[in-house]
């Protein structure tokens, strides 16, 4: 009965968030702007849409932040048999993952992504039963409590693993994710789609580094195709694979 009450809790909570957002305006630069199908894979926290029809079993993914959640990975695997590259410099996130019975396709790495290669400070959460952590400095970490970690930029990444085409690049980098994807566009490695967790209630200026970062993607020839519920998982499509 107490568990019922504090689920209905949430969700009148989020269906509250998710209304001022509106009547506010903050989400406006959130507009659909593709229309292509799109399909919701993975767990409600793990989650992402998806457009379902440019994939197959040659299709490339890569997966930056994994925690302890590979719902989404292990969908695509499982409805594809596609090769799902994941990346997650967590010390938590890591040894969860050791523990995981792990599908063939699945190929994990244990360094992140950044700007550049080389080691990073990588803060941990606020709440040690949380396994987020972030390259940057936000709401949800510690900043007394750092690690060193290694991160790679894109570039090198594909370079070492052979890629030239990623299909599907997943990113959930907890608020890091604005000067990555500035890094990624300036590249030429080729993305269809581009699926991304933004962290703007997280971040000093968030919403304002949204914005920009999302009309920089449109510049890019890359649309909004579907937006989660909570307004932060945002799924983008270079118009390029739609022609």
């Known amino acids: 009965m107490i568990n019922a009450i504090i689920n209905l809790l949430k969700r009148i909570k989020a269906k509250i968030r998710k209304l001022t957002l509106i009547l ?13 199908g799109h399909t919701w894979y993975g767990s409600k926290y793990g989650g992402y849409y ?13 997966s930056f932040g994994i925690g302890e959640d590979i719902s989404f990975d292990k969908t695509l695997i499982n409805k594809y048999n596609c090769s799902v590259f994941c990346f997650d410099p967590t010390p938590k996130s890591i040894n969860w993952m050791k523990r995981q019975e792990l599908p063939e396709g699945l190929h994990f790495f244990e360094f992140g992504i950044g700007t550049k290669s080389g080691l990073y400070d990588f803060y941990l959460p606020n709440n040690p039963e949380n396994v987020s952590s972030s ?6 970490i510690d900043f007394t409590r750092k690690i060193t970690v290694k991160m790679k930029s894109l570039a090198d990444i594909c370079n070492e693993l052979g890629h030239k085409h990623i299909d599907i690049l997943k990113i959930d980098i907890e608020g890091a994710e604005y000067d990555v994807i500035e890094n990624i566009l300036s590249t030429n490695i080729s993305i ?14 968030g919403i304002t580094k949204g914005k920009q970062i999302i009309k920089k993607l449109i510049s890019y020839n890359y649309g909004i195709f579907a937006v989660s519920d909570s ?7 270079n118009r390029n694979a739609l022609i």
């Open 231 to 237: 307004f932060e998982e945002i799924s983008f499509i």
């Open 192 to 205: 269809t789609q581009l699926l991304v967790e933004f962290h703007d209630r997280l971040v000093e200026n």
């Open 135 to 140: 390259a940057v400095i936000q709401n949800n």
């Open 24 to 36: 506010t305006g903050k989400v406006n630069h959130l507009k659909k702007r593709v229309k292509c």
């Open 50 to 62: 998806v457009c379902p029809e440019l994939l197959n079993e040659k299709s490339i993914i890569y």
